[in-house]
């Protein structure tokens, strides 16, 4: 159980990079061969952008740590939050709104760090999920084949039920994850062009909020304009609403059809609480691992009720 999340992770990577693997077998390499070369190209392409992406973020929520702490503006700001605040609570109620911003962005500092330094632990994770990617790569069909012959399940259901865990981890990274990364960014831009601090941090923020359907980014672009307003840039304050409402928060109608289509047939509001729920339970990982359990309780129930559903027509006919 303790390394549950790396074989989670390892597993869904080599669903979504086998027909790379695939290719490489079909040019005659070797699957040794073929199962290394994916994982090096996949540790490049992934590692570069994290490190490059990770150094900027924590040195900007340093930044903004400090001007919550030290800056003229954020002080302004939050003292007018402050002053409505305490006009719309009762009498002997107060809240810090300063104090708070200030502990929340110091605790996702240090979580950050944690993610993006070279901890022992988080390094040794990274090595086993691209060592369980290679041997899911270049065994994992004939690991699949076995696990169909000894499951009591009839074949074609469990095939299905493989075939559907598939187009979920294929829908979750390809979808759900590429357009949230696709909002973080353009959220990152909207804010670096209309004068936030700190694009780069809360661009990531922003990208980890788009999983949470309807509400997602929101957390982020509310805040911004909130802030733009209070401290005089108008102007700004109407370009990022323009930008958050009619860009950011409606590129994922558009991508989501030809990204996602019906690879994760389950309604948002299963999404939501599988995504939750997956984090409670798992941490980060359960941003996959929710959805892929619900999808799976998904396809089970399906079977279960054409299976019932055979069954009771059989006992009609035999009548």
């Known amino acids: 159980f303790p390394f549950i999340s790396v074989l989670v992770v390892?597993?869904?990577?080599?669903?979504?990079?086998y027909p790379v693997f695939r290719w490489l077998?079909?040019?005659r390499l070797p699957s040794g061969l073929s199962a290394f070369l994916v994982v090096v190209l996949f540790a490049v392409a992934l590692g570069i952008p994290l490190v490059g992406?990770?150094?900027?973020?924590f040195h900007q929520s340093q930044d903004v740590y400090h001007q919550l702490i030290d800056g003229r503006d954020s002080a302004e700001f939050f003292d007018a939050i402050d002053r409505s605040l305490d006009r719309i609570l009762p009498e002997g109620f107060s809240f810090d709104i300063r104090a708070r911003a200030s502990s929340s962005v110091s605790l996702i500092a240090s979580n950050l760090a944690n993610v993006f330094t070279s901890t022992l632990s988080s390094l040794l994770a990274v090595v086993l999920v691209f060592v369980s990617l290679f041997y899911f790569l270049k065994d994992g069909g004939r690991w699949v084949r076995e696990l169909i012959h000894m499951s009591p399940l009839p074949d074609r259901d469990d095939e299905r039920i493989l075939s559907k865990l598939a187009l979920a981890i294929d829908g979750v990274l390809k979808g759900y994850l590429f357009i949230a990364v696709i909002q973080g960014i353009l959220m990152g831009m909207g804010l670096a062009f209309f004068g936030v601090p700190s694009p780069a941090l809360w661009g990531l923020v922003a990208m980890f909020a788009s999983l949470l359907p309807t509400i997602g980014t929101s957390f982020v672009s509310v805040?911004?304009?909130v802030y733009?307003?209070?401290?005089?840039?108008?102007?700004?304050?109407i370009g990022l609403t323009l930008w958050?409402?009619?860009?950011?928060?409606?590129?994922?109608n558009f991508l989501s059809p030809v990204v996602v289509g019906n690879r994760v047939n389950i309604p948002p509001l299963f999404i939501l609480f599988s995504v939750l729920g997956g984090i409670v339970i798992l941490g980060p990982v359960g941003l996959l691992v929710g959805p892929l359990a619900v999808s799976l309780l998904h396809t089970l129930v399906n079977i279960y009720n054409e299976?019932?559903?055979?069954?009771?027509m059989r006992v009609r006919g035999s009548r």
């Open 244 to 252: 958050a409402v009619f860009l950011v928060g409606t590129i994922d």
């Open 223 to 225: 805040p911004a304009i």
């Open 53 to 57: 992406i990770g150094t900027i973020v």
């Open 10 to 17: 390892g597993a869904s990577f080599a669903v979504v990079l």
């Open 228 to 237: 733009l307003f209070s401290t005089g840039h108008t102007w700004p304050a």
């Open 307 to 312: 299976s019932f559903s055979t069954s009771a």
């Open 25 to 27: 077998r079909d040019h």
